[in-house]
């Protein structure tokens, strides 16, 4: 199981790698594991500011659909469209290629409240 040390994580099993006030937000090996096969991701919030736990997207794999929340609160500016036409990224590779979305955070004291690496290790048994 893959969890980057350098990240932060939520609860909902997204990864998080702050630079700034921009924060690359996608979802855990764990989680993509869960999934399985993923077959599509959706984000029609770019562009959009949203709060923190707000659904942004959509991921989509073989069995399931699962809704995308936003870890943290500000406005989506870019969608890592490779995933378009390649969401297998997700699978393959899920804090490089298969990145989702980046955020202008609006209120960067909540970083505080993400998980770093052992935490999130304790809340999925790892």
């Given at each position: 199981m893959?969890?980057?040390a350098e990240l932060k994580y939520t609860k909902d099993h997204e990864w998080i790698k702050?630079?700034?006030?921009?924060?690359?937000?996608g979802i855990t090996d764990f989680a993509q594991g869960?999934?399985?096969d993923i077959v599509f991701v959706e984000?029609?919030?770019l562009d959009e500011t949203l709060d923190r736990d707000e659904v942004f997207g959509?991921?989509?794999?073989?069995?399931?659909?699962?809704d995308l929340f936003l870890p943290l609160s500000g406005e989506i500016i870019e969608f890592n469209e490779t995933l378009e036409d390649e969401p297998e990224n997700v699978n393959s590779d899920p804090y490089?290629?298969?990145w989702m979305?980046?955020?202008?955070?609006?209120?960067?004291?909540?970083?505080?409240?993400?998980l770093d690496a052992q935490a999130?290790?304790?809340?999925?048994g790892s």
């Open positions: 893959n969890i980057p702050i630079d700034g006030d921009i924060a690359t937000i869960e999934l399985g984000v029609e919030t959509t991921v989509e794999a073989v069995k399931t659909v699962s490089g290629e298969g979305i980046k955020l202008k955070m609006t209120d960067e004291s909540q970083v505080d409240d993400l999130y290790k304790e809340i999925i």
